[in-house]
């Protein structure tokens, strides 16, 4: 009977642990009448179901997601913003955004998408931002873009794009940043940026450009930041920035520049100017340019020339500065050297 009445010590509390019902709860699991949910779970292979009606924002990022199905924001009449980055997405179903009309922000940045279907933003008439970075896309279809009026910001860096079709971006209207940096481009027609009149920044740093047409920038005069560097243009056509008088950025470096184009000199601030790593002839036009135009020089201790051999390997800006009695002495090459 004394066995019967004593009393056992307490367990352990890792044993007793141990010694509970195991129950897997699903990792980030929604929470009801939420307006935001997020999960950034490494081992989440599925997306989330069961979200609630009244969310507006969904972050599933650095997750396992390989797919996600053609009904997954059904029942989200208010989403307006998709975060979908450094996920393992490899095809996205055409009918995925046809539930959710309100959406404003789709971000799908490094997954492994190469391709998109054709009609899977022609319900997004509301959309202003899409990133579409660090996939796999090799080339672009115009009908993407049709229905994509109102957007604002789109992003197409770090993919393996090898031309633009002809007026793809034309419906763009309203667009003020394009990004198409480290990309395959090795040319663009003089179309490229048709219907882009808002357009503010344009990045096309580190394609494999060897020239650009006369033309190019015409159909976007409010261009502010213009970014070419690291491609391997040779020349630059003459007049080709002259519809550009807003511009304050102009990254040239790095390319197999000898002889430079620039913008008419507008009030307010210097432009900005990069046009570092290139084998710049430091003859009378360039010195001239750079005396008139005034640009604010970027790198400048990596802006040297290349020739005539009295100045190689001198920086660009110390010899226009000191100028060059050849060209001060030269009838027909007046310039603002000789005043």
Known sequence: MALLGHILPPLPPLLLLLLLPY????????QPNATHFVCTEPTLSTFPSG????????????????????DALAGLPHLQELHLSSNRLAVLPEALLQPVPTLRIL???????????AGIFHHSIHLRHLVLQGNLLQALQPAWFVHLTQLHWLNLAGNALLEVPP??????????????AH?????????TFVGLQMLERLD???????????????????LHLLFLQSNALEVLPDGIFSPLLHLRVLDLAHNHLRALQLPPRSPGPPLSLDISGNPWACECSLLALLQDAAPQLIAARDTRCASPAQHRGQEVAAVSRAGDEGCQHR???QSPLDH
């Not at 979200?51 to 053609?70: G, M, N």
């Not at 007026?167 to 198409?180: K, V």
């Open 23 to 30: 129950s897997h709860a699903a990792p980030c699991h929604p």
């Open 51 to 70: 979200l609630p009606p009244t969310t507006v924002a969904i972050s599933v990022e650095f997750t396992a997601v390989t797919t996600i199905s053609p």
């Open 107 to 117: 971000d799908l940045t490094d997954n492994l998408l190469p391709d998109l279907p």
């Open 167 to 180: 007026a793809a971006f034309h419906p763009l209207r309203s667009l003020h940043s394009l990004d198409l």
């Open 183 to 191: 990309n395959r481009l090795q040319h663009l027609s003089a179309d």
């Open 204 to 222: 096309l740093e580190g394609n494999q450009l060897r020239a650009l047409p006369p033309a190019l920038f015409m159909p976007t005069p409010a």
């Open 331 to 333: 009838g027909d090459k």
